[in-house]
């Protein structure tokens, strides 16, 4: 089992920037691709970014490319989205998501909702115009 657990949502300002974290615990000792996903109220769950388990591969959803970076944190063991720009249609419940990866897959980033085993409990983003 792997437990992620995010943190760092909270209320921003239009424009500003947001770092969210997420720490997996359990068994971390397995190569692990890394996502995030959100989901606003009345919608579905959408793909945010992703990062494989090498950590040297990223994948960005359309609307988020070039304002949102996904990586690793080495000193916190942890993955990192920092979120700059931000609109208020960013606002949202942030999912963090991670997906045991074969050997063979060390550059892969999930991107699908199914290819990920363990999900935190999601950490509200919300974006004030």
């Known amino acids: 089992q792997v437990q992620p657990v995010e943190s760092g949502g909270g209320l921003v300002q239009a424009g500003g920037s947001l770092r969210l974290s997420c720490a997996a615990s359990?068994?971390?000792?397995?190569?692990?691709?890394m996502g995030w996903f959100r989901q606003a109220a009345g919608k579905e769950r959408e793909f945010v970014a992703a990062?494989?388990?090498?950590?040297?591969?990223?994948l960005y959803s359309d609307v988020v490319k070039g304002r949102f970076t996904i990586a690793k944190d080495d000193v916190l063991n942890s993955v990192y989205l920092q979120m700059n720009s931000l609109k208020s249609e960013d606002t949202a419940v942030y999912y963090c998501?991670?997906?045991?990866?074969?050997?063979?897959?060390?550059?892969?980033?999930?991107?699908?909702?199914?290819?990920?085993?363990?999900w935190g409990q999601g950490t509200q983003v919300t974006v004030a115009s």
């Open positions: 998501a991670a997906a045991p990866q074969l050997g063979t897959q060390a550059t892969h980033t999930p991107y699908r909702q199914w290819e990920y085993d363990y």
């Open positions: 990062l494989s388990a090498r950590g040297d591969t990223t």
């Open positions: 359990g068994r971390t000792y397995l190569p692990l691709a």
